[in-house]
Structure formats: C-alpha cells, structure tokens
C-alpha cells in the first residue's frame, strides 16, 4: 500500500519503519516539527512536509500517529482534499470518528514508544478498529502484515484496554522511579532492583496478579507497613500512594 | 557448614535447597506446622521439629526465615540454650537485633518468592549484615556459596531497600492486578498486556525509570486522564490511585 505517514514521534518512528521494512510504499511524512519530519525521511528515503496543505492526496491509507489532543485539533483539517483515502489513527483512547464521515479506522498499537529507541513491531499486540468490514479486511490484512498480533476490538474495549496499559506500564514505570528516589537518598543504585523487577514480571506469564501477590500488604503486616510510612514521613504523595496502594492490595487480597 | 533452618514458607523453600545443593549440610528443618515441616525436610532428606524445645542444638549457623511478625515473636526463645550458634534472619525490615546478645546477622535476599516456585537462587541479590568482622566474613562466603550477587549494607540502607522493594515489586503487580480487574469488565484477558509489560521492564535495564515514563500523565494530557477517571468513577479506590498516581508522575517529570 502507498501509506503517509502523519506524525514523527515514536509510534511514529518505529511504527514507519515496520510499515516500510515488509515492502509498502511511504510516500511521505508529515510532523508540524521540520526538523522531526526530515530525520524520520531521511530514515525512510522519502519525502516530508511540516505543511497540512502540502500533505501527499494520493495515499491509499493515512496513519496518523500524533498526540491525542493535537488529533483532535487537527483530524478534520488532515482529510480536507483528501476524502478519498482511508485514514486511521493509533491512539488508544481515540474515537476513529474524529475523521468524520470517511474510510476510517484505529489501529492501536499497545506498547510503551519512546523516541530514539525502536520497537520490534512483530512482537507488539494491535488493536483494530474500522467503519465497515471492507476496511475493517483492509486494516487486519495491512496490520498483520507488521504484527503477528492483531485483534479485533470495539472502541469501548479498547477504551479499558488503554486504562489497563496506563496501570501496566505508566504506573508501574512510576513505581519504579518512587523506588529509584528513596534508593538514592542511601546511595543505593537503582539496578540493584532489577533481579526483583524480572521476576515480578516474567511470574505474571504464568500466575495472574492477583494471585502472585506477597510482602507486608496481603499479609497485613502492620508492623512492617508502618516502618515503611515511617520512612515516607516527609514524603506527602509517596505516603499518600503507600498507603492507598497498600489498603487496596488487602481489599484484593479479601475479594 | 551445618545448617539449621527455621521456616518452610517461599523463601525457606528456595534458600534451603540452595544451601544443601552447594554442599551445605542441613541439620533440620523448624516450622511451626510440622505439615510444612515435614513437607521441606523430604525434599532436603534431613530431619524436622515443630517444637522449638527440639530444634537442634549443635547447627554452626541458623538461618530463620519465618514472617516479621513471627521473628519478633520468637527470636528469644529460638536463640535459648543454642548461644554458640550463628544466628542469621532473612527480613529486610528487621534488626539483627532482635536475636540479642549472640553471634548474629541479616541475610536479606530480595527477591520475590512464592511456595511452590523455586527461585534460582543464584541470581537473587542478598544483603548481608553481621555484628562484627569475623561474623561479617563468615556470612559473606557463605552467601556468596549461593548468590552471586552479595553486597553489605548496614540496616538504615536495609530499610530503604525493602521499601523501595514494596514499590517495585508489590505495587508493580498491584498496578497489573488492577489492570487485569477492568479488563475483566470488558472480558479482555490479561495476557493482552504481557508484551507491554515485559518492554515496560525490559526498558529499565538501559534507561533511568524517571526518565522512561510515557503516556498521558507524563505529557499531562487532561483530555485522556479524564477520560480514564469517567472509566474508573464507580471505583473510588481505583480512582483515588488514578489520581495520585498522576500527579506524582507530573511531579516527578517537572523536578
């Protein structure tokens, strides 16, 4: 397919060079950043614009792959001229609509992007979406051809779904970066956690959360779990989360 | 050396066969439910009490691993008649301490352990402490007999490290028991979210957490938290995490 790329960011980034790589034509990348527009063209050998009006008409699908709020600020000015194709974003927690009445779709790729760090696209789940079965066959043909895991999904499923990322990935990233900070106050380096990190992730392919819970909260160890806000006391948030986070794995655990 | 073994819970379980599989001798095992008790010491071949008057008096090294609360308990009344001995506890949130005036240590290993799932120990960062040098270098090597990953730090620094355990390891799972909770409401299997997670995690072996986070607290994108609290409205728990998760992560960004 003859595909334009709308963004440069780094769905954007990972996801054109899958789209490239199996053998579809990018005929163009628009970012509103010049300077991000020619880097990722000068990665793909194809052409750019930083320019809504100069965007190619010619392209059979559209992807666009922008932040949320400026897709909804700009969706409508992107079809203008360019009714005839068909055109889908990759944001999770996005309406296909916000095309207004064309050929549309989502396809959400549900994996953490981070600029300059390119993803294996095979490996990432996909979550599709379009208007009518003849594009909804379009999508799930083109999609596959970049993932091996491709799913049909409603946009009030994916809605939860995008939640549940949120849950696994930001907050857990999150989780994270609260450990690195208090390590650091002892001069503790953060990698000393990754051997608990693994572990605690590669248990969840086999035994589900819920059930893989331990340490002082599902047990309910006051003793333990006080020691722990003691150290937080000048921490207002970072107390706040202990304790919330703490009150509502017992609540789990009791469920 | 000769080994006694105070606890048959998950970390009592992959800790004793690492000891006896690198060529430590296990006296016996104790645990308060001789069913436990009696469970380890087949897999061990070695003998079993549930009476702590009978626990073995001649061990150059008691390893107890039973919960905080139990520890406090019990430590006394373990250590009485078997003062020679080398007492050593496995809870990061606790002191030497509280096996008062004798030969005495920590040997915190932090991993998350589960009965029933064997850790490879080897692999398991261990924290070790002694009440002075001789103690110090007789629980070095004999950690280091079953963890490659050995490092001293003193109880204050213990203390962080166990909380920043809880972080990333309880609340990580917490985050992705939650997530599996919506997805149930919309009968999307957790195993969806694998992938994320595993990138999630595999991302923090060359990038700092802070510095990794994506999605839409990072960005502070109103418009898709919003939308992700309308989803969460019936669930003040989930919300009030929403929430302040959010805004810690907005914190951490700007600092």
Redesign the interface.
Known sequence: MKVVIVGAG?VADSLSRAVKSVGHEILQIYSRSEQSAIRLSEVLSCSYTDEIENIDRTADLYIVSI???AL?EIAERLVVGRENGFWVHTAG?MSMNVFGDVDRGVMYP?????RG?I?DFD???CFIEANNSVNLNKLRDFTKSISR?V?E?SE??R?????????????????????????A??D?P?E??????????R???S????V????????Y?K??MA??EA??KDEE??E???K??S???H??SKA
Do not use: W
């Open positions: 780094g932040k949320d709020s909804s927690s549900m994996q953490t992007f981070t760090k993803v490996s990432v789940p895991s799913y999904m009030e499923q809605r939860y779904l995008h939640l549940a990322a949120v849950f696994c990935c930001n907050f857990t990233n999150h989780c994270c970066a609260i450990a690195e900070y208090m390590l106050k002892k503790i953060f000393v956690m990754l051997p608990l990190l693994d572990e605690t992730v248990k969840l392919h035994v589900e959360p819920k893989a819970q331990t340490g002082p909260a599902v047990r160890d003793n333990v020691k722990h150290l937080l948030l970072l706040k989360i202990y919330l986070m009150e509502d794995i609540r789990f």
